[in-house]
């Protein structure tokens, strides 16, 4: 059997169309149903059955997908097994982070991976904290940097940096005190907080209960940037971290207040226990780490770098 034949029916099985498979393998329709049909006469058996929006798998179509698509990861595995032991990291490492963590740290570390490991591919997914932990679950993404993750035994969870939380207010917003924001009167304030599963949410939700209030959500919003119009409009308010918001601090149109007690979340680095540690992966999490440090050397992230972190740095 050949694999080019496989990796072809895997590809319009996936797609559910000849074109649309022929456009993401960048190669002509007719060279790719050649392949498959020399497929189905290799295994004497029809794989596919065409109809007018585009094909449909059989019987045998839905085995051999299913037994091709352990193939192909095992397959994948195996390259990236093999590529790891080259004396220059090399591989494709699929990297997670959360929107506004990614607008800040994503162009540094595709530079510095561009710079010192070429032979890196680097692929960068955005999502909420509850997306990430799915993929990351699933095997869709090597590694992830994120906050507040969710403890699940399948995860390595190493924990990089502790960051106070501010209640961020519209810049012509009257407060008694700018340096500390009573945690009661957080009360009176109408939020714009994400909807759960993003971990902003159970860390506010928390501290609201721990000193005896519930918060008042008046919109649920899931962008950032769309929270931060929201109350340079002066719709509301919400809590996030001094780097959520610098870009709109630095142009005046919101302010960031501590709040009193000290709220933080933890920024961390997750990884999924089984998946195997390539170098191209560990050279990918060192990067983050050394920008990460940058960063609070910069005062863009405030907080305290913690032992997960220094371990690491230690080690590189």
């Not at 994120?146 to 924990?159: K, M, N, W």
């Amino acid at each position: 059997m050949d694999f080019r034949d496989l990796e072809a029916f895997v590809a319009v099985a996936r797609q559910e169309s000849f074109s649309r498979a022929a456009t993401q393998m960048r190669i002509a329709q007719s060279a790719l149903s050649r392949r498959v049909d020399r497929l189905e006469h290799q295994l004497g058996a029809r794989l596919l059955t065409r109809h007018g929006r585009g094909v449909r798998l059989t019987d045998a179509g839905h085995l051999l997908m299913d037994r091709s698509q352990a193939l192909m990861r095992d397959l994948a595995a195996v390259e990236a097994d093999v590529q790891s032991l080259a004396q220059e990291p090399t591989g494709h490492v699929r990297l997670a982070l959360p929107p506004a963590t990614s607008e800040v740290l994503s162009p540094l570390l595709v530079k510095a991976c561009r710079d010192e490991f070429p032979r890196i591919t680097l692929q960068i997914r955005e999502g909420f904290s509850g997306a990430i932990h799915d993929w990351l679950l699933a095997g869709e993404v090597d590694v992830a940097v994120f906050y507040s993750p969710e403890a699940a035994p399948e995860l390595e969870i190493v924990p990089l940096l502790d960051e106070p939380l501010c209640v961020v207010v519209p810049a012509d917003m009257v407060v008694e005190n700018e340096a500390a924001f009573p945690a009661r009167a957080l009360a009176d304030l109408p939020l714009i907080l994400p909807a759960r599963p993003h971990s902003l949410r159970p860390v506010v939700e928390r501290y609201a209960a721990d000193h005896g209030f519930q918060p008042r959500v008046a919109y649920e919003i899931d962008g950032i940037r769309t929270i931060r119009a929201l109350i340079a409009a002066g719709l509301g308010c919400t809590v996030f971290s001094h780097a959520e918001i610098a870009g709109d601090i630095d142009a005046g149109v919101v302010k960031a207040i501590p709040l009193d007690p000290r709220l933080s979340w933890r920024l961390c680095m997750v990884r999924k226990t089984s998946a195997r540690a390539t170098r191209a992966t560990e050279a990918v999490k060192d990067l983050i780490l050394a920008q990460i440090s940058a960063l609070l050397e910069r005062r863009f992230w405030r907080g305290t770098l913690l032992a997960g972190a220094r371990r690491a740095e230690t080690r590189t």
